[in-house]
């Protein structure tokens, strides 16, 4: 199963979209809104709160480990 190229999310066997370029880089893409945030609107997945890098970056939603 390939990931989401914009929110990292998993994508399920027979769904999805593959954008391929001419350069020959392929994206993967889990619905429309993530195809239109990175291709359209030109945004970055970092700046995007519900993605993935976002959560992973700024710690968001991440148990903190403690001591025994």
């Known amino acids: 199963m390939a990931k989401c190229?914009?929110?990292g999310?998993?994508?399920e066997a027979g769904t999805g979209k593959m954008f391929i370029f001419?350069?020959?880089k392929i994206?993967?893409?889990c619905s429309r809104k993530?195809?239109?945030n990175l291709l359209s609107l030109k945004r970055k997945p970092l700046?995007?709160?519900w993605t993935q890098?976002?959560?992973r970056e700024h710690k968001k939603g991440?148990?903190?480990e403690t001591k025994p």
């Open 53 to 55: 890098e976002y959560r």
């Open 34 to 36: 993530c195809e239109t």
């Open 47 to 49: 700046e995007t709160a």
């Open 22 to 24: 001419n350069t020959g």
């Open 5 to 7: 190229s914009f929110c």
């Open 9 to 11: 999310n998993q994508i």
């Open 27 to 29: 994206n993967y893409f």
């Open 62 to 64: 991440v148990k903190k």
